[in-house]
């Protein structure tokens, strides 16, 4: 049994928060460059341009990206061969990113639901985070991370269809999602869909999509095919960079699919911004 | 063709009328943020007439919550929310003598026949660009409300501060006139 010292624990969170606030990852910053040499709409063409001057200060000069610089999103696979010593795991996770949001002067975005209060003096700066944790093999802990904003948040959706709706009733809805968000979430995007599993599964696949790197091909090539037909389906919406229009709208569409029951077919879409800052460690 | 405009603050219907969507513009001078829970406390004192934090006409508001100020820093970063969530305030704000909003994402209907009612203009600023933004303002005061934190109200400073107009005073909105425009139909 290997033993982690909970401190190392906060620590590596802590770093991991802090990188993720101002840098843009290799993966983001390479799509968003793509796309503008790609765009062809001269308004979208120079905001792209705006978004990667944005990146090369924010890493310059250790400044947050964006000012919504999110809730904290992990997904912890925990080796079944380790233990941490001196704490409980969810507390490290949530003390290294209440440490990372402070020290990186990053926003405490997270209040209470009716009366809206923040929570940076009761619960925590920028707590809780959102952890799903998972009990895996080996004794190492990985740790997946994302600061997800809320703009994209808020344009999500998921939904149940009868099996009869299949991969053409969910295309259909994933253009609905995107058509309907317009600007809003900051486009260009990456769609993370959740397929199959039961209701909250696929809710939770969806954002684990999210978080695969932009631009890697899906390992089950019948998704790979159908992340390519989705792209080209919402890249004709002509959304473009920030809703003002142009043919870049989709940086990429990630699937992840389950097994499901076999009355329903789940589907869920996490919509990421352009800003899509996300990270993987092993502890 | 999109024309590159300098407008100072506070803004006159001179400024605002010459305006098309599409236009780029650099602000300067003074602007003043609030995002949800001001507008609602704004609102609710114009509707009790009451005196605001602030003069209202010829103003700019900002749809806005910066990230903390490092040390010696005057703001953090600070790029636009998403701006149907004032909808339901804006119209109020632009009766009462604002002339400008700074947001992202599209306004509804009544929002837009405002901006057309009352000569203001609805200005799109680059979201997740808040590092570059921030770095165009140059001072900022908590001026209202500093109990909502990120939220309180603002009074900034910026300096050729770079936003597009999206909703004119014709009733041109710049998110249907460039989707339409790129929009591949089957």
Do not use: W
Not at chain 1, 141 to 168: M, Q, W
Not at chain 1, 201 to 211: N, P, Q, R, V, Y
Not at chain 2, 50 to 73: A, H, M, N, Q, R
Not at chain 2, 75 to 97: E, F, H, V, W
Request: net charge negative; with cysteine; glycine share 10%.
């Amino acid at each position: 049994m290997r033993e982690i010292q909970y401190q190392d624990v906060v620590t590596a969170i802590k770093n991991v928060i802090i990188h993720c606030g101002t840098i843009l990852p290799d993966d983001a910053y390479k799509a968003i460059k793509d796309a503008h040499d790609n765009e062809k709409s001269p308004v979208a063409k120079e905001v792209l341009a705006q978004l990667l001057i944005n990146a090369d200060i924010a890493k310059d000069e250790k400044r947050p990206l964006c000012q919504d610089t999110g809730l904290a999103v992990f997904f912890v696979n925990v080796g079944a061969d380790c233990r941490i010593i001196g704490g409980l795991l969810r507390d490290a996770i949530n003390e290294g990113t209440e440490q990372g949001y402070k020290d990186a002067y990053l926003r405490a975005s997270t209040c209470e639901p009716f009366s809206r209060a923040n929570l940076k003096d009761t619960v925590g700066y920028n707590l809780p985070a959102i952890i799903h944790f998972d009990i895996v093999a080996g004794d190492k802990i990985e740790v997946e991370y994302a600061a997800k904003g809320g703009g994209s948040e808020n344009v999500s959706r998921a939904t149940v269809f009868p099996p009869a709706a299949g991969k053409a009733g969910i295309i259909e809805y994933v253009k609905q999602v995107i058509s309907d968000a317009g600007g809003n979430p900051c486009p260009p995007l990456t769609v993370g869909v959740g397929i199959g599993g039961t209701f909250e599964k696929a809710g939770i696949s969806s954002k684990h999509a999210l978080f695969r790197t932009i631009g890697s091909v899906n390992k089950d090539p019948e998704m790979a095919e159908m992340e390519a037909e989705i792209k080209v389906e919402l890249n004709k919406l002509g959304i473009g960079t920030m809703g003002m229009g142009g043919i870049e709208t989709v940086l990429a569409v990630h699937i992840e699919s389950n097994p499901c029951h076999i009355a329903s077919l789940p589907v869920s879409v996490n919509v990421q911004c352009h800003s899509s800052r996300h990270a993987h460690i092993t502890i | 063709m999109s024309k590159t405009y300098n407008l100072t603050t506070p803004l006159t219907k001179e400024d605002t009328q010459k305006l098309k969507a599409g236009d780029i513009v650099l602000l300067n001078g003074t602007i003043y943020t609030a995002r949800d829970a001001a507008h609602k406390k704004l609102v609710d004192l114009i509707e009790a007439g009451e005196e605001l934090p602030f003069d209202l006409i010829g103003s700019i508001i900002y749809f806005v919550g910066p990230t903390p100020p490092k040390p010696g820093e005057p703001i953090g970063s600070a790029g636009p929310t998403t701006s149907y969530r004032m909808d339901s305030y804006s119209p109020t704000m632009l009766k009462n003598g604002s002339l400008g909003m700074i947001g992202k994402g599209k306004r509804n209907q009544a929002v837009k026949d405002a901006c057309k009612e009352y000569s203001g203009i609805y200005f799109g600023a680059t979201g997740g660009a808040g590092a570059l933004l921030g770095k165009k303002i140059t001072s900022a005061e908590v001026i209202a409300y500093p109990e909502l934190g990120p939220e309180a109200v603002r009074k900034l400073t910026v300096k050729d501060f770079p936003v597009t107009v999206i909703n004119d005073t014709f009733g041109n909105d710049l998110y249907q006139i460039g989707r339409a425009k790129y929009e591949v139909k089957d």
